[in-house]
């Protein structure tokens, strides 16, 4: 059983940036695939990134390519999602989930677990 926590979530003003960390437990870290998805209020939740636990591939929603990374640290067991030039649309709760197939994930996984979230708030 893999336990995974968010955290690096908060209030930011349009145009700054922030960097979300999960912290993951319970688990062999570098065998998943890692993923980041959103929810915002009313809407469905949607991928965002995602990096393979087999060669450290990423990919990315269209829409976010260019001002979000993804990035992990194996011995640390955490992934990173770095976002910059937020926007308000960016507000949304932000999940990390972990695939237990490295090679798969993407945006489709399907993904085993998933933290609790950590809310994301861009205001204008």
């Known amino acids: 059983q893999v336990q995974l926590v968010e955290s690096g979530g908060g209030l930011v003003q349009a145009g700054g940036s922030l960097r979300l960390s999960c912290a993951a437990s319970?688990?062999?870290?570098?065998?998943?695939?890692m993923g980041w998805f959103r929810q915002a209020p009313g809407k469905e939740r949607e991928f965002v990134a995602a990096?393979?636990?087999?060669?450290?591939?990423?990919s990315y929603a269209t829409s976010l390519k260019g001002r979000f990374t993804i990035s992990r640290d194996n011995a640390k067991n955490a992934v990173y999602l770095q976002m910059t030039s937020l926007k308000p649309e960016d507000t949304a709760i932000y999940y990390c989930?972990?695939?237990?197939?490295?090679?798969?994930?993407?945006?489709?996984?399907?993904?085993?677990?998933w933290g609790q979230g950590t809310q994301v708030t861009v205001s204008s």
């Open positions: 990096i393979t636990g087999s060669d450290a591939s990423t």
């Open positions: 319970g688990g062999t870290f570098s065998s998943y695939a």
């Open positions: 989930a972990a695939d237990r197939y490295k090679w798969r994930g993407g945006s489709r996984g399907p993904y085993d677990y």
